[in-house]
């Protein structure tokens, strides 16, 4: 399995962005597809995750309300739509699946990471 993960940047607090990864390898729509981000100095965190079919999503406290998970299982590739961006979501984030236990980022497989800065 290979995730590729992009659409990071530099945004202003309060701006947006979405994040796109893009997988390949094996029957995407069976997997749950999930978003992890990890700030300079601290811990790789859980962020979002969605399930196959049907895509039930989840989300963490941080980020509900504010972040979107969505995906295209004819396209093989998870969003991650990100508005009122604050400087606590700057972080490098990384979509995964395969994860045994999304609170401790046990994950099997891993994108690259893209890195999100929001400036105040």
């Known amino acids: 399995v290979q995730l590729q993960a992009s659409g990071g940047g530099l945004v202003q607090a309060g701006g947006s962005l979405r994040l796109s990864c893009a997988a390949s390898g094996r029957t995407f729509s069976r997997d749950v597809m999930g978003w992890f981000r990890q700030g300079s100095g601290k811990e790789r965190e859980f962020v979002a995750r969605?399930?196959?079919?049907?895509?039930?999503?989840y989300y963490s406290d941080s980020v509900k309300g504010r972040f979107t998970i969505s995906r295209d299982n004819t396209k093989e590739t998870v969003w991650l739509q990100m508005n009122s961006l604050k400087p606590e979501d700057t972080a490098v984030y990384y979509c995964?699946?395969?994860?045994?236990?999304?609170?401790?980022?046990?994950?099997?497989?891993w994108g690259q990471g893209t890195l999100v800065t929001v400036s105040s």
């Open positions: 969605i399930r196959g079919s049907p895509g039930i999503t």
């Open positions: 995964a699946t395969d994860c045994m236990d999304w609170t401790l980022a046990n994950c099997g497989y």
